[in-house]
């Protein structure tokens, strides 16, 4: 394992190829704004940071959230916490995030940074995934890269029992700090690419949700309980390995979007079938109330 120590004597350790590193020697309760400004800058270069043995208390995450931008609830889950920035999920027998995705792509800003605190983990089991989104647009080939980012792809909060918040999203975004190319697809929250058939669409979506989570791309984290984790939802998916048996409490603060940057606007125009509605027409009628409400 490489280690690395930053101005501070942080202690830093790059947990796989391609993203993902624990940072021990710091408390997140006393960050001021120099601290967070480099906690910014290794998470430009790591995507998803770890910082072991916090145990904060709702209130002290919420402070250390706001370093980096506004918070937001979660639109879908409400109720969980009294505090209107944090929310909380329990789950115990599985019954998780077990699907790759980045945080709330059904809304028009996704989600930026989400930090979550493990509060209580499982003894063995509920390990999570991340997926560095760069690394996945950059290894496509590129007549397939190509085409991607002449796409765009509808998003919708189906999981959380209302398809009709819909977003439409580049394929292929521009992140605003590194304005590297990244894949912005995922398995949990896209449902149609707007510009092909939908017969065609299911095929390259399957295609590249499925490359999104090339085992190559990612770095699998074992919790311990007062870990708290961050990560950046513009060029990373994640996943919850829903294994376990055991109660698995978790807090997150989501600091809020921003619309993101296409690499280029779309080259099509939105397809869908304008002939008689047979049968097969029902896969366009989401992408159609979506155009509607636009015009
Ligand atoms: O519980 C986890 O490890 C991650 C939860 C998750 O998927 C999320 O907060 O979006």
């Given at each position: 394992?490489?280690?690395?120590?930053?101005?501070?004597?942080?202690?830093?350790?790059?947990?796989?190829?391609?993203?993902?590193?624990?940072?021990?020697?710091?408390?997140?309760?006393?960050?001021?704004r120099a601290?967070?400004?480099?906690?910014?800058?290794?998470?430009?270069?790591?995507?998803?940071?770890?910082?072991?043995?916090?145990?904060?208390?709702?209130?002290?995450?919420?402070?250390?959230?706001?370093?980096?931008?506004?918070?937001?609830?979660?639109?879908?889950?409400?109720?969980?916490?009294?505090?209107?920035?944090?929310?909380?999920?329990?789950?115990?027998?599985?019954?998780?995030?077990?699907?790759?995705?980045?945080?709330?792509?059904?809304?028009?800003?996704?989600?930026?940074?989400?930090?979550?605190?493990?509060?209580?983990?499982?003894?063995?089991?509920?390990?999570?995934?991340?997926?560095?989104?760069?690394?996945?647009?950059?290894?496509?080939?590129?007549?397939?890269?190509?085409?991607?980012?002449?796409?765009?792809?509808?998003?919708?909060?189906?999981?959380?029992g209302k398809?009709?918040?819909?977003?439409?999203?580049?394929?292929?975004?521009?992140?605003?700090?590194?304005?590297?190319?990244?894949?912005?697809?995922?398995?949990?929250?896209?449902?149609?690419?707007?510009?092909?058939?939908?017969?065609?669409?299911?095929?390259?979506?399957?295609?590249?949700?499925?490359?999104?989570?090339?085992?190559?791309?990612?770095?699998?984290?074992?919790?311990?309980?007062?870990?708290?984790?961050?990560?950046?939802?513009?060029?990373?998916?994640?996943?919850?390995?829903?294994?376990?048996?055991?109660?698995?409490?978790?807090?997150?603060?989501?600091?809020?979007?921003?619309?993101?940057e296409a690499?280029?606007?779309?080259?099509?125009?939105?397809?869908?079938?304008?002939?008689?509605?047979?049968?097969?027409?029902?896969?366009?009628?989401?992408?159609?109330?979506?155009?509607?409400?636009?015009?």
């Amino acid at each position: 394992m490489e280690t690395a120590t930053s101005l501070q004597g942080w202690d830093i350790v790059r947990l796989s190829g391609s993203l993902g590193a624990e940072i021990r020697g710091i408390s997140l309760e006393k960050v001021g704004r120099a601290e967070a400004d480099e906690i910014k800058s290794r998470l430009i270069e790591h995507l998803v940071l770890f910082f072991p043995d916090q145990h904060l208390t709702p209130q002290a995450h919420i402070s250390f959230g706001r370093h980096f931008g506004k918070l937001e609830g979660h639109p879908n889950v409400v109720g969980s916490s009294e505090l209107e920035e944090l929310f909380e999920l329990r789950a115990s027998r599985g019954a998780i995030a077990d699907e790759w995705h980045s945080d709330l792509t059904c809304q028009p800003q996704p989600s930026v940074l989400s930090i979550l605190n493990m509060v209580k983990c499982p003894s063995v089991g509920g390990d999570t995934l991340w997926a560095n989104m760069y690394k996945a647009y950059d290894e496509l080939s590129p007549p397939l890269q190509e085409l991607c980012e002449g796409l765009t792809a509808l998003h919708d909060a189906q999981p959380h029992g209302k398809p009709e918040n819909m977003s439409v999203h580049p394929v292929v975004r521009v992140h605003p700090v590194t304005k590297r190319k990244s894949l912005f697809v995922n398995e949990h929250f896209t449902r149609r690419l707007v510009e092909m058939s939908h017969a065609e669409s299911d095929i390259l979506l399957r295609y590249l949700t499925r490359w999104a989570s090339n085992p190559r791309f990612t770095v699998r984290y074992r919790w311990s309980a007062g870990t708290i984790a961050m990560w950046d939802n513009r060029c990373t998916q994640h996943y919850v390995l829903d294994d376990f048996e055991e109660e698995r409490i978790i807090q997150r603060v989501t600091v809020m979007g921003d619309e993101p940057e296409a690499a280029r606007p779309p080259r099509w125009e939105p397809y869908v079938n304008s002939g008689a509605p047979g049968a097969a027409g029902r896969h366009d009628r989401q992408l159609k109330e979506y155009l509607g409400r636009q015009s």
